[in-house]
């Protein structure tokens, strides 16, 4: 699993945040698409972005954001004929969140992506440090709760919902 993300960002777009400006974005997917060609392999699988959602952004990279860069990498990623092949995966959230994810899936993203992916983690103190530890949310959800259909991804593939990160303490 290869992550494609910016952060702590780019300090020539949008003041060194997440990619959000036209031109930030712009630049950003073809920074991704250089790298995606550099390790082009038929086993590679992208993510993009690790936990928009989460506190590591300055409080979280905002839904309509994320899913514009979202559907401008994947509509560029499947327009591309030697990277349509690839799995492309996200947006890998911080916890389950179902009301970020709710909108990212209704944002037409889905129409570009092979797998929706979470990192289904939630942080607490630990009592005998100063680490916080990652534990694994007990909470199972379904994703037709979002009410979004994201069964089959359009070249007909099932398209799952990947855990795509744990911590173990």
């Given at each position: ?95 389950i969140n179902l009301e970020w994810l709710g ?67």
């Amino acid at each position: 699993l290869l992550s494609l993300c910016g952060w702590p960002g780019n300090q020539l777009y949008d003041g060194g945040a997440a990619p959000h400006s036209a031109e930030a974005t712009d630049a950003f997917v073809r920074w991704a698409l250089t790298v995606m060609r550099r390790y082009n392999t038929s086993d590679a699988i992208w993510e993009l972005w690790n936990e928009p959602n989460g506190p590591s952004h300055g409080g979280g990279f905002p839904v309509d954001e994320y899913t514009m860069l979202a559907n401008k990498l994947g509509a560029a990623v499947r327009a591309a004929p030697d990277l349509r092949h690839i799995t492309l995966v996200g947006p890998a959230t911080a916890g389950i969140n179902l009301e970020w994810l709710g909108k990212f899936l209704a944002s037409g993203a889905l129409n570009f992506f092979d797998a929706v992916s979470v990192h289904p983690c939630e942080w607490h103190p630990c009592p005998t440090s100063s680490v916080n530890s990652c534990v694994l949310s007990p909470r199972v959800f379904d994703m037709s709760e979002l009410g979004v259909d994201f069964a089959q991804t359009a070249s007909g593939r099932p398209r799952p919902c990947w855990r795509s990160m744990l911590h173990f303490a």
